[in-house]
């Protein structure tokens, strides 16, 4: 497995732009490890195909060659009137439960009250939830160890899609990964797109003319649509899913990705923590019920939380028809980046 940072109490520079958020690992001794191991199969895991699920991801970490003992503690939000934890996995419904997570930990009132909580303030990185990285080791071990343990899961390639859907299209309102990734990432791959035209920070400019470049010049009308519509990509930083996957190879390289798509086995470790329910994300509605209900149990029937089932934006045909848009050489070290999140998790 790959891991941004396996120190404890270092900060992540992947997460520095936007999110100014503080990574928190923890390795875990031989004796922790056992602990978690250790733990029965909880009563939500003991029907299929939960039990089935649970078995094959068991049997497959012990399979596996490069385990580690590596937690983050920062990715891990209790509650302890619940007495849950939850390893958050960005682009796997974690807007979602991060707002379920908001309501039962009390910070609303009322479900009417929920459904105009802005879900900014639940992101990981405004520190409003707890998380076990604000405890010592033995209170986050005995959390992991005696409540009730989860995280979602979501076909690797799905979820890569969606963060890019989500971050560097014109879906996404915002601009925070456009000018802080997007744009970088279409100035760094410009040299095959540009005609030789000079790739500097005043193209950024929607004031700067193109027609002032002595280079541009030159070109002919089709090059010069060429340069025209790629400096549209550069100032908007909206890039088209071939430069994000070229980045996402870059990235990792250079350990430093950021956690929209982070490997998930990266993010949570399930083979060190041995997770006592796992959501997978292709039954978010049924498998998300199944845990609310568990959680809510004891709760006036007009208080408990559902999940209506909601169409994803991120299809299996849409990610097939991504994926056809990779060289074989990208395709391949994509396949190699989260290898281990298609042979535990179960995806092919």
């Known amino acids: ?63 596996l060659s490069n385990a580690n003992n590596d937690i983050e503690l920062s990715r891990m939000i209790y509650d302890d009137k619940h007495k849950f934890v939850m390893c958050e996995v960005p682009k796997a419904a974690s807007t979602t439960w991060r707002k379920f997570v908001w309501f039962l930990l009390g910070k609303v009132k009322t479900k009417e009250e929920l459904r105009h909580v802005n879900q900014s303030i639940t992101i990981l990185n405004r520190g409003n939830l707890p ?30 899609v969606s963060a890019h859907d989500s971050k560097f299209t014109s879906r996404d309102r915002g601009v925070t990964y456009k000018m802080n990734f997007g744009r970088r990432i279409a100035i760094n791959q410009a040299k095959n797109h540009m005609h030789g035209v000079p790739v500097n920070n005043k193209l950024t400019s929607r004031d700067f003319n193109l027609e002032n470049i002595p280079e541009y010049q030159k070109l002919n009308d089709v090059e010069k ?3 025209a519509e790629y400096v549209k990509i550069i100032r908007s930083g ?16 250079a350990t430093n990705m950021d956690a929209h798509w982070r490997p998930q086995m990266s993010l949570c470790n399930p083979c060190a923590v041995n997770y006592d329910f796992v959501i997978k994300f292709e ?31 991120v299809t299996n ?8 848009t990779l060289d074989s050489s ?19």
Request: charged share 30%.
């Open 131 to 160: 998380t076990l990285a604000s405890l010592n080791i033995s209170e986050a071990m005995k959390r992991l160890s005696t409540y009730t343990t989860f995280f979602a899961m979501r076909h690797p390639f799905d979820r890569l």
């Open 238 to 253: 909206e890039i088209p899913f071939q430069q994000f996957a070229k980045y996402v190879v870059y990235q990792q390289q």
């Open 225 to 227: 649509t060429d340069v």
């Open 1 to 63: 497995m790959k891991f941004t940072d396996s120190t404890t109490n270092k900060t992540s520079k992947a997460e520095e732009k936007p999110n100014k958020y503080k990574v928190v690992w923890q390795k875990l001794s031989s004796q922790e490890r056992q602990l978690l191991e250790a733990k029965p199969v909880h009563e939500l895991s003991k029907g299929e195909p939960y039990l089935g699920r649970k078995q094959a991801m068991q049997k497959k970490c012990r399979q």
């Open 317 to 324: 045909k849409k990610t097939t028809q991504q994926m056809k």
């Open 283 to 313: 039954d978010l509605s049924t498998d998300s019920n199944r845990l609310l209900e568990y959680l809510q149990r004891g709760e006036p029937e007009e208080r408990k939380l559902s999940l209506k089932l909601i169409p994803s934006r």
């Open 330 to 348: 990208t395709k391949q070290q994509l396949e190699k980046i989260y290898g281990d999140d298609f042979a535990i998790l179960g995806y092919n």
